[in-house]
């Protein structure tokens, strides 16, 4: 018996291209929530022409999306792709740029760690060499360790509550996006699913912790999260990283928090202040947190700093990231209180039991 085909809208891609987004940076206009739903629908059912999808997927760059479009463009991916599989326990959402790093060491699997053995659960996600950069991410860094990565959403919904740390493989929990793969690839420039799919929340978490370039995107970022229909995040922080990641840049570095009342924040409740890290311990370069072999070395790092083994800028590096975690999800008054409960979590030897739970889930 024939497969029935989808019906859609009145909007394909073509025509979308043609009569709204297609006519240049400064002259297209925007999409409306149900324009962007049924052409992000449309995507994910594979139905667009491959030259279509990727002239649309390259205006929608050049135009830049609002966050009324990638509101609608999360909801869709939720609906149509995401496996959510939620822990009793509700950790932080760390939504790293999922095509990874390629200088600087990732330090967010130990910051994780770190977190999780201070009381804060966290969960990571991210694929195997996603495009655009393919580059080390998560997962390899995890491999590394010896933790088990390829599984399903069920058991890293168990991996939360059992050791407080769990990843969510994204082939596995957002398939219809890892379906995408080819035609990313073949585009050679980000699209506008690399910022979605690293709000996918799997865990149904409640807080999110993202990184930024500019303030700006912070804020869009924040607004998406607002305008998304389906979104369970109630609190986000945001802040300058490394490499599009999630390990906060050393220096002067801007921090952005979401939602918060008063006189600090605007008329969206967004407020964001500036952190020097070396008044947190972290008195050093960019430049020092830079490696050869991305996910062996970093692996090789994450160890050594949970068994108390190094004292140097990068335990300081992975110390101040798990304490933005700790406070992000608003288990510590301050970071800096943040910080104190992750130093502790590392010197009794909370932080190295912690992996070692990790490495024999």
């Not at 052409?39 to 205006?59: C, K, M, N, S, V």
């Not at 500036?274 to 020092?288: A, F, K, N």
Request: proline residues 4%.
């Amino acid at each position: 018996m024939a497969q029935a085909t989808r019906e859609y809208g009145e909007w394909p891609l073509k025509r979308l291209m043609t009569e709204v987004v297609g006519s240049g940076h400064k002259s297209a206009d925007d999409m409306s929530r149900t324009q962007a739903r049924e052409a992000f629908q449309r995507i994910l059912g594979d139905e667009p022409d491959h030259t279509t999808l990727g002239a649309f997927w390259l205006a929608n760059r050049w135009k830049r999306n609002t966050p009324e479009e990638l509101g609608a463009y999360v909801d869709v991916m939720s609906e149509e792709s995401v496996e959510t599989a939620t822990p009793e326990a509700d950790p932080v959402d760390c939504g790293a740029n999922y095509d990874g790093k390629g200088r600087s060491a990732i330090l967010g699997v130990g910051a994780g760690v770190v977190a999780a053995a201070a009381g804060t659960p966290v969960v990571v996600h991210s694929g195997d060499r996603v495009p655009t950069q393919k580059q080390d991410a998560y997962k390899h860094v995890l491999d590394e360790l010896g933790v088990r990565t390829e599984i399903e959403p069920s058991e890293s919904a168990d991996m939360v509550d059992e050791v407080g740390f769990g990843y969510y493989y994204q082939p596995e929990f957002n398939p219809g996006i890892d379906a995408l793969f080819e035609r990313r690839d073949n585009m050679g420039v980000r699209t506008f699913v690399n910022t979605v799919e690293t709000l996918a929340n799997p865990a149904n978490a409640s807080v999110h912790l993202g990184s930024f370039y500019h303030l700006a995107f912070a804020k869009k970022m924040v607004r998406t999260l607002a305008q998304s229909e389906t979104s369970s995040v109630e609190r986000a922080l945001f802040f300058q990283g490394m490499e599009g990641y999630d390990d906060v840049r050393p220096g002067e570095t801007i921090v952005a928090e979401w939602p918060v009342t008063g006189e600090e924040s605007d008329d969206e409740d967004i407020a964001d202040f500036e952190i020097r890290t070396g008044e947190y311990g972290m008195d050093i370069e960019s430049e020092d947190l830079q490696v050869d072999d991305i996910a062996g070395e970093s692996a090789a790092i994450t160890e050594a700093v949970l068994a108390g083994e190094r004292e140097d800028g990068f335990a300081d590096a992975v110390a101040l990231n798990a304490a933005l975690r700790i406070y992000a999800r608003e288990d510590a008054d301050s970071i800096q209180g943040g910080l104190e409960q992750a130093r502790e979590a590392i010197a009794d030897g909370s932080a190295a039991a912690t992996l070692d739970e990790l490495r024999t889930f």
